[in-house]
């Protein structure tokens, strides 16, 4: 059993970066009040709320065991994969490739049966636990297989 969860580096980034949203924030609203709880509060209120739906939303945990995958959100189990019946794809945007603020990690699972596809969203994970996971799974054992196009009736 191999379990893969949200690396602490990443959270602590979360936090500062969620920390210095509110911060820019209570300068935006300086420039239109002086009314101090309005500055302060809106700030605080808008920077727990960034860290509550980052923290909450996208703290993940794969668990994989034999022939199974469990990914667990907020401690609960989210979904249950059949390792057999089902092809992974990954994807990873570096910060530096394109304009953005952080790197993206993505798992695609296609269900071999039906086509049909998911996409779960590994950043909170981390590049380096990442990579360990797409390790596990076997991808770069071997080659990706092509995938299957997202139609719009799967969105």
């Known amino acids: ?5 949200s ?8 936090v500062i970066y969620s920390i210095s949203a509110g911060a820019f924030l209570s300068i935006v609203i300086r420039s239109y009040t002086d009314n101090n709880f309005i500055i302060y509060g809106i700030s ?7 860290l509550y739906t980052t923290m909450a939303n ?3 945990k794969i668990i ?11 401690n609960k189990l989210k979904r249950k994969y059949n390792l057999n019946g089902v092809v992974f ?9 394109t304009t953005g603020c952080d790197s993206d990690c993505n798992l695609f699972i296609t269900d ?21 996971l797409i390790d596990a ?19």
């Open 1 to 5: 059993m191999k379990i893969f969860q």
């Open 7 to 14: 690396n602490i580096f990443t959270k602590t980034k979360i």
């Open 44 to 50: 605080i209120l808008a920077a727990l709320f960034w």
């Open 58 to 60: 996208d703290n993940i």
């Open 64 to 74: 994989l065991d034999n022939d199974t995958m469990q990914v667990f959100c907020r």
């Open 89 to 97: 794809d990954s994807y990873i945007k570096n910060p530096f490739e």
């Open 112 to 132: 071999s049966a039906t086509h049909k596809r998911e996409t779960l969203n590994c950043s909170m994970l981390g590049q380096n636990t990442y990579f360990k």
């Open 137 to 155: 799974l076997g991808l770069n054992n071997k080659t990706s297989p092509e995938l299957i196009p997202i139609s719009k009736d799967d969105k």
